[in-house]
């Protein structure tokens, strides 16, 4: 089974400007976890879906924003950029509570703000 | 809100060792999970371990094993027969098994940095 998928792997992008970053979980899975990485910060949840709604949101300003389709990939927005955006944002992905809620990581999407 | 808390941020093992990662977590729930991922320089984060809080039976897999204390709310990782592709970043995290909730997803702690000496 192939693992989570995410696109484009770096990225960088200006100040101001926005940005849509891809994630496919791994088949049969239904949810889909966002986190952000950063030295100063470490892993925080940025939001989850299942079944193509949100069901969590973590303490993130709203230009933070995210989707999940029909075929459970998601994307994840961030507009209006900011220097203290730049980070690594890892996607996840679960099948829920029948399997502990494990969650299956991507490899991680690399945003660089200038 | 659950707060995750990873005392040692770097731990040094001889390779072929026992070295124990230590975690303790703050929460009020009964019921949740527990988990230690592991991050190396790919900065792929892989699921080494998990354990359900209402199991009391610590988990096992492989090298890798767990001692939960959930009364201390402890949750320590060890790995026997240290390899040099243990090195790494390892984190602890915690998810409630609140159905619907987990309103903070997974919450990790700030890592321990393995390193192994060969």
């Known amino acids: 089974k192939a693992g989570v998928t995410q696109t484009p792997r770096y990225l960088i992008k200006t100040r101001g400007q926005q940005v849509t970053l891809s994630c496919s979980p791994i088949?049969?899975?239904?949810?889909v976890s966002w986190y952000q990485q950063t030295p100063g910060q470490g892993l925080q949840f940025l939001f989850e879906?299942?079944?193509?709604?949100?069901?969590n949101k973590g303490n993130f300003p709203g230009r933070f924003s995210g989707r999940q389709f029909s075929n459970s990939r998601s994307e994840m927005n961030v507009s209006t950029l900011e220097l203290g955006d730049s980070a690594l944002y890892l996607c996840?992905?679960?099948?829920?509570?029948?399997?502990?809620?494990?969650?299956?990581f991507g490899p991680g999407t690399r945003l660089t703000v200038t | 809100a659950q707060t995750v808390t990873q005392s040692q941020p770097e731990m040094s093992v001889q390779e072929a060792e026992t070295v124990t990662l230590s975690c303790t977590y703050d929460?009020?729930?009964?019921?949740?999970?527990l988990f230690w991922y592991k991050q190396p320089p790919s900065r792929q984060m892989i699921l080494v371990i998990r354990?359900?809080?209402?199991?009391?039976q610590n988990a096992t897999e492989n090298r890798f094993s767990v001692n939960f204390q959930k009364a201390a709310k402890s949750f320590s990782l060890k790995i026997s027969d240290s390899q040099l592709g243990d090195a790494a970043m390892y984190f602890c995290?915690?998810?409630?098994?609140?159905?619907?909730?987990?309103?903070?997803?997974?919450?990790f702690g700030k890592g321990t940095h393995l390193i192994i000496q060969p």
């Open positions: 996840a992905s679960s099948q829920d509570r029948s399997h502990s809620y494990e969650q299956y």
């Open positions: 088949s049969g899975h239904r949810s």
């Open positions: 879906y299942f079944s193509e709604t949100q069901r």
């Open positions: 929460t009020s729930e009964s019921d949740y999970y």
């Open positions: 354990q359900e809080a209402y199991k009391q």
């Open positions: 995290a915690y998810r409630s098994a609140v159905e619907g909730g987990g309103a903070d997803g997974l919450t």
